[in-house]
């Protein structure tokens, strides 16, 4: 038994004796069959709106008479279909689809006859589209109040027997099988020929897309592909291998997600070229997202292929966590961590091989203490805290504060211990062009986005003799440096502000020519501001191992894939080095997390929809470059539309295990425009370019197919707005419940039970 909706909302009647196949009504309080009186306010409302006949609900609803009709004329589209036992879900269906002007013109005016395809083994030999024709033929005769579709049932359980038991079934299913039956009963093609899957690896996506649709096309020709299908492009990245497949599949209906629980991540990008500024992303991310999806995202973003991204979180000035498996889940990133994305170069970029070094930044001699460690007052009296003179790296009021902090602090004082400072980086180099003025040229660049560095004073202590400086090479400096020690800054400019990788050749032959053209200040005594060092994962010293020595354009060899930085800031040194931290300059990165506390739009789903995600697996691809089934990152995005968009609400789904199978429905609200819905934002090729004023892509809704319930025990109706209807006003839709037919305002049309979305394409069908 199931409800009618009302102004007042949803009221039950009588249930019939037998319950085996019929719902509970669904009551304002939920679901429970009601009993009505003879006299309620329903019993009298329907009367009224029948005797009105602005709906048509028979007095006689429950009459036992198998052909429903009636002497009067009912009006057009105002009929009903009969629950015959669970089978609200096909009702619905049909009634979206019958109020879809362009097929039901086709049918009723036996435009279909003409392609029946009788020797088709995928179809039903043309039963299907006949019995379809009938039953549109029979809701727009305007001879019937309601009758039972129980020859369309009939027939497509003879052919699939899912469908065949009385038990609840899923309206979108039921629909794409019902589109899919009909398109080949009336496909055109006859003899299908043998075609081959579309690769055309390197050429351009326009003529890929325009070669598989001619493909697809020379099996596949009908109305429904004429009006009901679309082209997806779908790209596919090996987690592995990182081969990239990318395919253009037709599709008859759009599924796309609805948010659930995303997760708001922000990280930092930045690029490999020195001189472009670092971005920060808010990324949106499920809670079972892994280091792959994080990096298909970023991809996606900023344009850089997931092969040429590197992903660290950075802690205390150090490497906390390189991330390099894929399958690395995001779960265990905390909500302060500060997570970067760097970009490295290209073995196409480089015309060679790349070396990658993770750099990070130390002070020789920590930075002075401004406050008491043991009370944490500030220095009394102008006087200057007293450093521990064993780590230098804490001070104290007085030799009392000291004794009292001792016993904690003893077991952490080392002596000469650098301190980290700043952020790490990632620096790739061409291998050919491994030097150490191309690496301290990168290294100087990379680490002015987190400090400043300058020299302690403008001049030297002392001049050495050119033959001193000869003799220890590895003690020039190789960054041409101002009247304050600064590093003189090389004009070429970033190509990008996204990440465009900076010109190699550029930045190694400007180190060059500084290193070559600077003679005067090799041949002073200055000292480096910072000496190279080879260093373990967690940014400690590797016993036995010193500083790398410049030796001029001789190629280097690292032992070590970490580096550090580290900067000569002894204040008793005259020409040491002050560094001091600063914050990252970065672009963007307003987190927009406030956006799905009200309700979620349509709009947010098709962007949802267009984001990678990663492929379960048993849904694992076959990649032909490892020859093995891998979890690869899937993208969807729209190619070409059709006239007709179907758009499927993703509300349910199920996880299973060898233990049990849950299931689970999203009953969150989202909202959809009725009129002008745009897709040129969510789409590529060539309609893509069209301005959003044009036709092309604006699309109006005319039905909604609705589901009530949970995923075990559930009702499904449908709203439309019937082409060329003269019993509704301006802003009235139809509402179809099962027998049951009403008006209802168009305010009430948008509501958490939406499930599934008809639109038109405005241009192609301007009189709707």
Not at 111 to 123: E, F, M, R, S, T
Not at 125 to 131: I, N, V
């Amino acid at each position: 038994h199931h409800p009618t909706l009302t102004r007042e909302g949803y009221s039950a009647k009588t249930p019939p004796t037998d319950h085996t196949h019929h719902h509970p009504a669904l009551t304002r309080e939920g679901y429970g069959a009601k009993t009505t009186p003879a006299n309620s306010e329903y019993t009298k409302r329907t009367k009224h709106l029948t005797s009105s006949s602005s709906y048509v609900l028979p007095s006689e609803l429950e009459t036992s008479d198998p052909s429903y009709r009636y002497d009067q004329l009912h009006r057009p589209s105002l009929t009903g279909l009969c629950n015959l036992g669970n089978t609200c879900y096909m009702n619905s269906v049909i009634q979206c689809l019958s109020n879809t002007r362009e097929l039901r013109d086709f049918f009723v005016d036996g435009h279909y006859l003409a392609d029946i395809n009788k020797g088709n083994p995928l179809g039903f030999q043309g039963e299907l589209a006949k019995c379809f024709s009938g039953i549109v033929r029979k809701l727009w005769s305007g001879e019937y109040a309601y009758f039972p579709p129980k020859k369309l049932m009939s027939v497509i359980a003879a052919k699939n027997g899912h469908f065949d038991a009385r038990s609840q079934h899923d309206s979108h299913e039921l629909m794409s099988y019902l589109l899919d039956g009909l398109h080949e009963d009336l496909n055109r093609i006859r003899d299908k020929p043998l075609t081959e899957p579309v690769e055309m690896e390197g050429a351009p996506d326009a003529e890929v897309a325009a070669k598989s649709w001619q493909v697809h096309r020379l099996r596949n020709d009908s109305f429904f592909v004429d009006k009901f299908q679309g082209q997806f492009k779908s790209t596919l990245v090996c987690p592995v291998c990182s081969k990239v497949s990318v395919t253009f599949d037709p599709f008859m209906s759009l599924s796309v997600p609805i948010p659930k629980n995303l997760r708001h991540l922000p990280v930092i990008f930045a690029p490999q070229n020195p001189d472009s500024m670092p971005r920060q992303y808010i990324l949106k991310l499920p809670p079972d997202a892994n280091l792959e999806l994080l990096k298909a995202s970023v991809a996606r973003k900023t344009g850089i292929p997931m092969i040429h991204l590197r992903v660290f979180e950075a802690y205390g000035g150090k490497f906390q966590t390189l991330m390099s498996d894929n399958q690395h889940p995001i779960k265990s990133i905390g909500g302060n961590d500060i997570i970067i994305v760097s970009e490295v170069l290209s073995e196409k970029e480089a015309g060679g091989a790349v070396i990658e070094v993770n750099v990070i930044q130390r002070l020789q001699q920590p930075i002075f203490p401004t406050k008491c460690t043991s009370c944490g007052s500030q220095a009394r009296d102008g006087k200057k805290l007293q450093r521990c003179s064993t780590c230098k790296a804490v001070g104290y009021c007085d030799r009392a504060c000291q004794s009292r902090d001792w016993e904690g602090h003893r077991l952490q004082c080392r002596q000469g211990r650098p301190t980290p400072i700043g952020l790490p980086f990632v620096i790739s180099l061409p291998a050919a062009k491994f030097t150490y003025a191309n690496l301290s040229t990168f290294a100087e660049k990379f680490a002015r986005r987190s400090v400043e560095y300058r020299r302690k004073n403008s001049t030297p202590k002392s001049q050495l003799p050119e033959e001193s400086i000869q003799s220890n090479p590895e003690h020039l400096q190789r960054s041409a440096t101002s009247a304050q020690g600064s590093a003189v800054d090389i004009q070429e400019s970033a190509t990008g502000a996204q990440g465009s990788s900076v010109d190699i050749q550029k930045y190694t032959d400007s180190a060059q020519e500084c290193a070559e053209g600077v003679t005067a200040l090799r041949l002073s005594s200055w000292k480096p501001m910072y000496l190279l060092t080879p260093v373990d994962r967690y940014g400690d010293s590797i016993g036995g191992v010193s500083y790398l020595a410049d030796e001029g354009e001789k190629l280097l060899s690292v032992g070590s894939q970490f580096l550090a930085m580290d900067w000569r800031n002894s204040p008793k040194e005259d020409d040491s080095v002050v560094v001091t931290p600063k914050p990252m300059e970065i672009e963007g990165g307003m987190d927009d997390s406030s956006a799905h506390q009200g309700p979620i739009t349509l709009e947010q789903c098709l962007e949802l929809f267009t984001e990678p995600e990663l492929l379960t697996k048993e849904e694992a691809w076959y990649c032909p470059r490892c020859k093995e089934h891998r979890q690869a990152t899937k993208q969807m995005s729209v190619w070409k539309v059709p006239d007709l968009l179907i758009v499927h609400l993703k509300r349910f789904s199920f996880h299973s295990s060898s233990i049990y199978i849950r299931k689970d429905k999203i009953d969150k609200l989202v909202t959809f425009p009725l009129r002008g819905l745009d897709m040129t934002p969510y789409m590529l090729g060539d309609a893509a370019k069209l301005t959003p004023t044009n036709d092309s892509t604006l699309y109006d809704l005319y039905a909604v197919m609705y589901h009530h319930g949970s995923t075990y025990i559930g009702h499904y109706i449908s709203t439309v707005k019937p082409p060329a209807s003269n019993v509704l006003k301006k802003n009235e839709w139809l509402y179809y419940d099962d027998e049951r037919v009403l008006k209802l305002p168009e305010e009430e049309v948008v509501n958490k039970a939406a499930y599934v979305l008809f639109y038109c394409r405005r241009d192609s069908s301007p009189h709707r």
